[in-house]
């Protein structure tokens, strides 16, 4: 089992027994292992480095100590909505069903002329614009995916549709519904450990082409979305990533799983003399394949310690959250993670009934959503966690504005 709690975590048992002698490094830029504490430097861009080709900056390292917060947020969804009565005319089911055992009414379904970088870049332009950052000051832009558009990734092209001109990084990271908690530990690290100042973190996900929609089991449960938001550095006191926990079980698989299928190959290729096996099927991605009981027990085990040990890592308790924000996968999961954690559900956000799981968008998508209708405001503390296929899943502990 993987593990990451904190920066570095040298002894980390499964999540159901103790952390060991944890070696952390926290939000205020100190590492401390038993009592010891040190200061951690990070590097930075220098100045007037020789430029490399067409608007590329070299980067070297200079020592100094920073913080991330995070400033800006947008969200973007498909045109076409799809209701449990839409679905209601191709599988055996209602509203009524659907809606008590998931809590999702309606969901966003890619179709037309809508593509998952189109979304990605209109979320991430939104984000940019409450931030008052102009598109060619990004230095790094993570989109968290497990649908990219390209088998090579999506990511390179949101900078060319945002219009940067000084040619960022981009690239995927793929962690499927807890790829957006990676990409914000991600962005956090090359804030702190390369000078880069701002990085954008998206979550986009179009999980409809990877449905089988006449699996009651599983159809009524995605819709497509992405949502961003700007991570920004800033002087170490105002760190807004206080502590965070990240894991992966690759036994859990059989849970949850989209795994290649070969095709055959056309009877000319197949009977060209070549040697057996050559050359090799053509491949494709199956539908989702998901055991809906087995993840609701792995997500309400796993959730609640992974933010407790988020909590235990940024030194806070429970009663300091303002907001539990969990990947919108079952209102069933949401109700029953706060009630382990003892959050009222008034303090739970959730727009899960509107959109359905969106896989690594639906926490910055939920987010983008309460800053906006101003239930989130400036400095509040946000517990955050997402979990999913990988099996992986992990927390961060932030503060917003």
Request: with cysteine; hydrophobic share 40%; charged share 20%.
């Amino acid at each position: 089992m993987a593990n990451a709690y904190g920066f570095f975590t040298p002894s980390v048992q499964s999540v159901r027994g103790k952390i060991n002698q944890p070696f952390g490094v926290y939000g205020s830029g100190f590492c401390s292992y038993k009592g010891m504490t040190t200061r951690v430097l990070c590097s930075s861009s220098v100045e007037g480095v020789e430029k490399l080709g067409s608007g590329s900056e070299s980067r070297v390292p200079r020592f100094v100590s920073k913080g991330c917060k995070l400033v800006g947020c947008g969200s973007a969804v498909p045109s076409l909505k799809v209701s449990n009565d839409d679905l209601a005319k191709f599988v055996e089911t209602n509203d009524e069903w659907i809606s008590t055992r998931t809590g999702i009414r309606t969901r966003r379904v890619i179709s037309g002329t809508d593509s998952l970088t189109g979304l990605a870049a209109e979320a991430a332009r939104k984000a940019l614009e409450m931030a008052e950052v102009h598109p060619d000051d990004v230095d790094l832009v993570l989109l968290c995916t497990s649908t990219p558009e390209d088998l090579f990734g999506s990511a390179p092209q949101i900078p060319k549709a945002l219009g940067c001109k000084k040619n960022p990084l981009a690239f995927d990271i793929t962690a499927a519904c807890s790829g957006f908690i990676l990409g914000l530990v991600s962005g956090s690290s090359y804030i702190r450990g390369s000078g880069f100042k701002n990085v954008l973190v998206i979550g986009a996900d179009a999980l409809s082409r990877y449905v089988d929609w006449t699996d009651r089991g599983t159809c009524i449960l995605f819709g497509d979305a992405a949502g961003a938001v700007l991570l920004q550095a800033c002087d170490i006191e105002d760190d807004a990533l206080f502590g965070f926990d990240l894991h992966s079980d690759g036994d859990g698989h059989r849970h949850l799983h989209a795994t290649i299928k070969q095709q055959g190959l056309d009877d000319a290729a197949a009977s060209n003399g070549a040697a057996s096996g050559f050359p090799p099927n053509r491949s494709s991605y199956s539908c989702i394949k998901m055991s809906g009981n087995d993840v609701f027990r792995f997500a309400v085990r796993v959730v609640p310690q992974s933010i407790e040990y988020a909590l235990q890592n940024a030194g806070l308790t429970g009663s300091s959250i303002d907001w539990l924000l969990l990947h919108q996968a079952n209102q069933r999961i949401l109700d029953a993670v706060a009630n382990r954690l003892e959050v009222p559900l008034e303090r739970v956000i959730s727009n899960l009934a509107n959109y359905g799981n969106t896989s690594a968008a639906s926490i910055p998508l939920a987010l983008d959503e309460a800053v906006r209708s101003g239930q989130v405001q400036p400095g509040h503390t946000i517990a955050a966690a997402g979990f999913g296929a990988g099996l992986t899943w992990g927390s961060a502990i932030i503060r917003w504005g």
